[in-house]
């Protein structure tokens, strides 16, 4: 038992060291050498658990991905209207990966690497599909109005793309700072084609008190 605590912390030191050397220098750049070094342990004890800088890469992802689903969990699942838990997911990853390195991390990799898969899976199907759900359950409660012809798969798909859009072009660009406002941006522009008129202002106040969290 010691001996699986231990490899499990050992574990978690080198995500952590890696999350942080991917963050700074990008995949590209990172060297397993400077991981190993920041993360304390030998260049064995990451080989136990990763095979290469590829494998250690994935297993951030993956690790992100846990950290991420939990706050989107939170969000969606709760009681809170869809269209209202639709904004505010488009905040939480900002807000995870300012505060969690892993997650930062996570969401440079994805798009570094660019086919988006952890060692389980495609990570934006698990996004797709929370946003869909969400996209039916605003449609039923009333607060997003779609054209017949448009189904709430197609509209989930446009909200998640420019979403996603807006986060990647502010990591390509270094403005990761900015991306709080563009989000309300992105929010103030989409939602007058979302919702009645009677209801634009509150949804548009919406997005910006959370901007201002």
């Known amino acids: 038992m010691a001996r699986q605590v231990r490899a499990e912390v050992t574990r978690a030191s080198v995500l952590m060291a890696a999350a942080d050397v991917f963050v700074r220098l990008g995949y590209a750049n990172a060297g397993l050498n400077e991981i190993i070094e920041q993360s304390g342990v030998t260049k064995g004890a990451l080989y136990f658990h990763f095979s290469s800088k590829e494998d250690l890469a994935r297993g951030v992802i993956d690790e992100g991905q846990v950290r991420l689903t939990a706050g989107v969990t939170s969000v969606s699942d709760g009681p809170t209207p869809a269209l209202e838990a639709l904004v ?25 690497i660019g086919d988006y898969q952890g060692t389980d899976g495609n990570v934006v199907t698990a996004w797709q599909q929370a946003f869909e759900r969400l996209v039916g359950r605003a449609v039923d ?12 798969e197609t509209l989930a798909t446009f ?9 990647v072009v502010a990591t ?42």
């Open 159 to 167: 909200l998640l793309g420019s979403l996603l859009g807006t986060h």
């Open 88 to 112: 505010a997911l488009s905040y939480v990853a900002i807000e995870a990966a300012s505060s969690d390195p892993i997650v930062a991390a996570m969401l440079r990799l994805q798009h570094e």
């Open 141 to 152: 409660e009333g607060d997003i109005r779609t054209e017949e012809d448009v189904p709430p």
């Open 172 to 213: 390509a660009t270094n403005a990761f700072d900015e991306l709080p406002r563009r989000m309300e941006r992105v929010w103030y522009f989409i939602l007058p084609g979302l919702v009645e008129p009677s209801k634009l202002v509150y949804f548009r106040q919406f997005a910006s008190r959370r901007l201002l969290r």
